[in-house]
């Protein structure tokens, strides 16, 4: 067989992987009812794994399945609670050995667009590559990924659904199912996009917050800011979703204190402190706040931003430079927002608006075992 | 003369006839747009203390630049072209030494000239719709009541009295930039044709006479301000051989 005919079948074969790595398995469905709103803008589902009725319905069973931790009583909704808009409420989640985790559960919201790395130092770079990782971590679920699937081909219901949507069990299926169902967890009915569709007003205060969260301050045209659109978009609310500006030193330590954060991922020294922009969706039920979760209240939170912020040489100038002064009034070294106290209550008021109850209570979202137990009592 | 020699000869003929139209013919391929950033002439260094202030006390550093190009167009003797939903956020944070834009396969020597404005045209500005690069999730945008940052420039200042954070964030509707640029190929590979140009980001202190840094630390929503660093985008961006 000549060189040339080799290189030629390989690609021919490549192309064709290629082409069937994209094609709807046999017996899925695509998602039909899937609609979100238009100013979140774009989103990409990876081309290997398509949005699917199947896909989505397994995935939602294995994410609230104790039978993924090693010893079988710890699903990844211990720690995303739905109500809780897909946390649990602790500083630092706890798991399969008791040790607290270093960081606070991330709120599992409209995953689908803001930055497209996971962890809170970004360390994951898809949601299928992000799934594997609690299961598998001896803090958190602490299960061997060989023992998962012997467990999970003993169930024929698992095993049905495996078949079908992914053409039998692996990790690689576990992770895309779990991807599935989280790319699905979409909030968009909060007061504050129903403002948006022009279907309420807002109150005086939540409007006053609103402009407040939504300007950077420039005391010489006299605009007061909050700055917090500075990291949070201002429909999606979350870190940006280009190149790595969805991750920033929000002030939280000092320059001996910076963890290393994204610096851990990029290497890069200018990246020391950066942490995941999380969406603010549900804000006000996903207390305590910050990667470590430091902070018990949003007073605490806004009280940080306002006069709390600690310097260091990877703190954004943005955050220095947001004082609120005119420049003559301004002193070097010092950092605050100089926000007043109703300022501060107002923003609060805005952030209140981002609940969403509807996602919070969505049945599509829901534990699917005490559904079936539902059915099954009927 | 032998069969052989005119057969050879006729194979000779061939070859050169087959050169003089290969070469004769346009050569269509992509067009990559390269950009480079400058800092006075010399390539950008990010997070470096290491520029002069340039009109006034103390060093700077420059930690993030970005700004928007919109509406390329190319046209010379072979016609007009214009690259539909042009909107383009470089930046230049990234692994290569330049940011590219990326133009359909072309025959490049059909163009003369390129056209774009430096910031967003005010019909696009005044929308949320998702055009190109505009996203109004975006870090250059402000807010959907005022538009897109056309420029965003972030870093800070030393002098003796220590730190000083600027942030140069430009961009109101009258800031928009036109620009035309001679459109000559600087280099042709096998699979593209490759233009470059400069972006020195020093042009937008010098327009107005050089600015003090620390007596401007940060220009934002102030329009005689913005204007004043807007006065240097047409210096900014230059063709490059």
Redesign the interface.
């Known amino acids: 067989m000549s060189k040339k005919f080799v290189i030629a079948a390989l690609l021919l074969a490549g192309g064709a992987v290629y082409f069937l790595a994209g094609m709807p398995r046999k017996a899925t469905t695509p998602l039909a009812d899937f609609t979100v709103p238009f ?4 989103f990409q589902v990876p081309k290997e794994n398509p949005l699917t009725k199947e896909g989505v319905a397994l995935g939602r069973r294995l994410f609230y399945d104790p039978r993924l931790s090693g010893n079988n009583e710890i699903s990844c909704a211990t720690c995303h609670q739905q109500a809780l808009g897909f946390t649990d409420g602790l500083k630092a989640s706890v798991g399969a050995s008791g040790v607290p985790l270093s960081f606070n559960s991330m709120a599992l919201t409209n995953l689908l ?2 930055p497209q790395r996971f962890f809170w130092d970004g360390r994951s770079v898809s949601l299928e590559d992000q799934a594997l990782n609690p299961i598998q971590h001896p803090d958190e679920m602490a299960q061997d990924l060989d023992a998962l699937m012997d467990e999970l081909a003993e169930d024929e219901t698992y095993k049905a659904l495996f078949d079908t949507a992914y053409g039998g069990i692996s990790p690689e299926a576990v992770a895309m199912a779990l991807a599935s169902f989280q790319r699905t967890l979409v909030s968009a009915n909060s007061r504050y996009d129903q403002y948006l569709r022009g279907e309420i007003s807002l109150t005086p205060e939540e409007e006053k917050g609103r402009k407040l969260f ?3 301050p ?1 005391a ?2 006299a ?1 007061k800011g909050g700055n917090c ?1 500075d990291c949070h ?4 609310t ?1 870190g ?4 790595l ?1 969805g991750f920033s030193n929000n002030g939280l330590d000092g320059e001996d204190g910076l963890l290393p954060g994204l610096s851990a991922v990029t290497g890069k020294a ?1 990246h020391r402190g950066f942490f995941k922009t999380p969406s603010l969706r549900n804000i006000a039920v996903t207390a305590p706040y910050m990667h470590d979760g430091r902070f018990d209240t949003l007073e605490e939170v806004l009280d940080h931003y306002d006069s709390g912020i600690k310097d260091s040489s990877t703190l ?3 955050i ?2 947001a004082d609120n002064q005119p ?1 003559d009034r301004r002193q ?2 010092q950092i605050s927002l100089n926000l007043t106290a109703d300022e501060k209550k107002a923003i609060i008021a805005f952030l209140h608006t981002l609940t969403d109850e509807d996602f919070l209570t969505d049945p599509r979202f829901s534990n699917p075992f005490e559904e079936e137990a539902g059915d099954d009592a009927r | 003369m032998t069969r052989a020699k005119t057969l050879l000869a006729v194979t000779i003929l061939s070859a050169a006839l087959l050169w003089v139209f290969l070469e004769m013919k346009p050569a269509v391929k992509p067009i990559s747009l390269r950009f480079h950033a400058l800092v006075d002439g010399e390539p950008l260094v990010l997070d470096d203390m290491r520029y002069q202030n340039p009109g006034g006390d103390g060093q700077f550093k420059v930690r993030d630049f970005q700004f928007y190009l919109s509406n390329i167009r190319l046209t010379g003797p072979g016609g007009d072209y214009v690259l539909p939903d042009s909107y383009h956020l470089l930046r230049f944070d990234g692994d290569q030494p330049y940011t590219e834009i990326r133009l359909p396969a072309m025959d490049a020597s059909a163009f003369d000239a390129i056209h774009w404005g430096i910031g967003v045209d005010p019909e696009a500005n005044g929308t949320i719709k998702i055009t190109g690069d505009l996203d109004p999730n975006n870090r250059m945008a402000w807010n959907w009541q005022v538009g897109y940052k056309f420029i965003l420039f972030e870093g800070g200042l030393e002098d003796s009295e220590g730190f000083l954070p600027l942030v140069y964030h430009v961009g109101f509707d009258e800031n928009y930039t036109p620009q035309s640029l001679p459109f000559a190929a600087a280099a042709e590979s096998g699979e593209e044709t490759i233009v470059r140009f400069t972006v020195d980001i020093a042009a937008l202190f010098r327009a107005d006479g050089p600015l003090d840094m620390v007596t401007t630390p940060s220009v934002k929503f102030d329009r005689d301000d913005a204007a004043r660093i807007a006065a240097g985008f047409p210096n900014m961006i230059s063709a490059s051989q």
């Open positions: 100013v979140y803008g774009h667009w803001g939504m300007a950077h420039d010489k045209v605009q659109i978009s201002q429909f999606l979350s940006f979703s280009t190149a500006d200018a954004s100038p943005l220095v430079e420049l070097r070294g």
